[in-house]
């Protein structure tokens, strides 16, 4: 008995690091938090809308980065990317953090892991995307986002499949990938012929563009897409329908 209070007792426990805004007293509250992913989901939102908000979700992958699952990790980049797109040179920054490496390295793990999900279509897009507006070719992450994309082709909604497939065609990986990409292309073509209508002219005109860029063109698909555009044309606008992405 003598001595707990100093010794063993205490060292049971890790000490618990705050974060910024928080007291002593919500410490112990803390500890459970840190493993629930919707709370960190939170903290990556919370951190996005903050001053030098790159810095400060980079602060909290650090800090979460073995508690994330695939939506933590794809809200992260997707945060961080968008963020790039409004802070100039961000994304060389970003390219050469140790932080967005191991970032990286984690969607790997994640993707390996993964198990049906009805939210990963959304995540293999966010993912993709951020790849693409960041220019980053991590062949690792892209290879299994294609396949798994591939294995899951009948969940993804019209917007997630046009953004997925223009990030590849971005990336230029249709030469260098051609053993997921062809594949990936052939399955999305399929999908988009099915979930075509009411798409909408941006998901449209992003897929059209992403077939002709990657050089995997569909006359089959084209010939739809063209028809179904003739519907939506009165709710089109004049922006470059990849040049922003859902939140």
């Not at 990409?181 to 399955?187: D, G, I, K, Q």
């Amino acid at each position: 008995m003598k001595g707990r209070g100093k010794g063993r007792g205490r060292a049971k426990t890790e000490p618990t690091a705050l974060v910024e805004g928080e007291t002593g007293g919500t410490r112990g509250n803390l500890v459970g938090k840190r493993t629930s992913c919707p709370w960190i989901n939170s903290q990556i939102i919370q951190a996005s809308k903050e001053d030098n908000a790159i810095q400060r979700i980079l602060g909290v992958v650090e800090m979460c980065i073995k508690d994330m699952n695939l939506v933590n990790l794809s809200t992260s980049l997707h945060r961080l990317a968008k963020l790039s797109v409004m802070t100039p040179h961000s994304d060389r920054m970003l390219r050469q953090s140790p932080v967005m490496k191991l970032l990286l390295t984690s969607i790997a793990t994640a993707f390996c892991a993964v198990e049906e999900d009805p939210s990963l279509p959304q995540s293999l897009s966010n993912i993709t995307w951020s790849l693409a507006t960041l220019r980053i070719v991590d062949y690792k992450v892209l290879e299994m986002a294609g396949t798994l994309a591939i294995a899951n082709m009948k969940d993804f909604k019209a917007f997630e499949l046009a953004s997925l497939l223009w990030s590849f065609a971005k990336l230029g990986c249709a030469d260098t990938m051609t053993p997921v990409v062809s594949p990936l292309f052939r399955a999305a073509t399929g999908r988009l012929m099915a979930c075509m209508n009411g798409a909408g002219f941006r998901s449209l005109a992003t897929a059209a563009w992403a077939f002709a860029t990657a050089r995997q063109a569909s006359q089959r698909l084209f010939r739809a897409i063209a028809k179904e555009v003739q519907t939506c044309l009165p709710s089109a606008n004049s922006q470059e329908p990849w040049g922003s992405h859902p939140a």
